[in-house]
């Protein structure tokens, strides 16, 4: 793991533990179980799509396989846990799109974050810029993703979610 993983790890866990959270490392036997647990409703475990990691999001908790160490998926899952009101299950992740890369870039993690995401979805008015129907961040261009950047940073600012200083704010 290179030292600047380690410090966007760092970042990211004292971050959590300011919002109320915590971020724990399992072992893959943990991990196993907690993966069987998984029921998709408010307050019970959440395992992601990513394997190896997992939110509770009642308890505000963001667990994490021991060897799993993606500051990119942390930060998405810590989108789960800190904005979404009414559990993971009814997300709108693409309206706090901006609210992650603004963490990304706090933890001083941006460019991990942009190719852990690259099969993120980023809502179809951006299809026009994509090499496929649906939109995907992987797919646009240096100059998309910049006019794409600028857009949902603002619209996090909008809804309360991103300070004027680009600061990441949670909503519970």
Avoid at 43 to 70: F, P, Q
Avoid at 83 to 100: A, F, I, R
Wanted: glycine share 8%; charged share 25%; hydrophobic share 35%.
């Amino acid at each position: 793991m290179t030292i600047k993983r380690l410090k966007a790890l760092k970042y990211l866990r004292t971050i959590i533990r300011k919002w109320g959270g915590t971020l724990e490392v399992v072992t893959a036997e943990k991990y196993k179980v907690i993966e069987k647990e998984d029921c998709h409703g408010i307050g019970l475990w959440n395992t992601s799509s990513v394997s190896g990691y997992a939110i509770h999001w009642l308890d505000k908790r963001i667990v994490i396989r021991d060897g799993c160490n993606d500051p990119g998926t942390i930060i998405h899952e810590m989108g789960h846990v800190f904005l979404d009101l009414d559990g993971p299950d009814n997300s709108d992740e693409y309206s706090w799109l901006g609210w992650e890369i603004c963490l990304a870039r706090k933890a001083h993690c941006y460019r991990s974050w942009s190719l852990q995401n690259s099969d993120y979805g980023v809502g179809c008015e951006w299809s026009e810029f994509s090499n496929d129907t649906s939109a995907i961040w992987g797919n646009l261009s240096k100059y998309n993703k910049t006019l794409l950047v600028k857009d949902r940073i603002e619209h996090a600012k909008r809804i309360g979610i991103v300070d004027r200083h680009n600061n990441p704010i949670p909503r519970r």
